[in-house]
C-alpha cells in the first residue's frame, strides 16, 4: 500500500483540495446569487415603484426620466436618469446626464449620483454603501429626494 500512496497519494491529496475549493466556490456562488435575487427583489418591489413616483412628477415639470435595470450574471444595478423635455430633441443633451444608480456590490447596496448640470460639468460620488436590509421604501424616497434637491439647488 506504501507505494500506491507514494505514486498516487500526492495526487489524490492535491485533487481533494481543488474539490474542496470548488465545492467553496460553489457556496460563493449560490451566496451571491442569492444576494443579486435579494436586490433583484428589492428593485421590483420598492426602488423602482419609488423611481417612478419621481418620474411622474418630473415629467409632469418639464423633464423626460429614463429607469434601466440590468441584472446580469455579473452585475445588477436600477439607474434613473433625467433630461429637461426641451433638451431631448436637441444637441445640447449632456454627453453625462444627471443620474442616480443602485447597485449591488459585495453583498451591499451602493448608490452612486451624478450630477451634472446642461453643461455637461459636475461630478459624479458614491453617496453611500447600505446592507440590504436598510433600503425601504421610506429609505428610497429619502435617497431619490435628496438627490434632486440638491441637483436642483445646484443648478439654480
Known amino acids: 500500500m506504501e ?31 442569492d444576494t443579486k435575487n435579494a436586490f433583484n427583489d428589492l428593485v421590483e418591489n420598492i426602488i423602482r415603484p419609488g423611481m417612478n413616483k419621481f418620474s411622474l412628477l418630473l415629467s409632469e415639470k418639464g423633464f423626460r426620466c429614463s429607469i434601466f435595470h440590468e441584472a446580469g450574471h455579473q452585475i445588477g444595478f436600477i439607474t434613473m436618469s433625467l433630461i429637461h423635455k ?50 425601504t421604501e421610506t429609505f428610497v424616497k429619502e435617497k431619490l429626494s435628496n438627490f434632486f434637491k440638491s441637483l436642483f439647488d445646484k443648478t439654480t
Request: proline share 6%; with cysteine; hydrophobic share 30%.
Open 86 to 135: 426641451k433638451l431631448a430633441y436637441t444637441e445640447l443633451i449632456p454627453p453625462l446626464p444627471p443620474q442616480i444608480k443602485f447597485r449591488i456590490e459585495n453583498r451591499k447596496v451602493s448608490i452612486n449620483e451624478s450630477k451634472f448640470d446642461p453643461s455637461g460639468l459636475g461630478c459624479s460620488v458614491v453617496e453611500g454603501t447600505y446592507e440590504i436590509h436598510q433600503i
Open 3 to 33: 507505494d500506491i500512496d507514494k505514486e498516487l497519494g500526492a495526487l489524490l491529496d492535491q485533487y481533494n483540495n481543488k474539490f474542496e475549493g470548488s465545492v467553496e466556490n460553489h457556496k460563493r456562488l449560490e451566496e451571491n446569487q
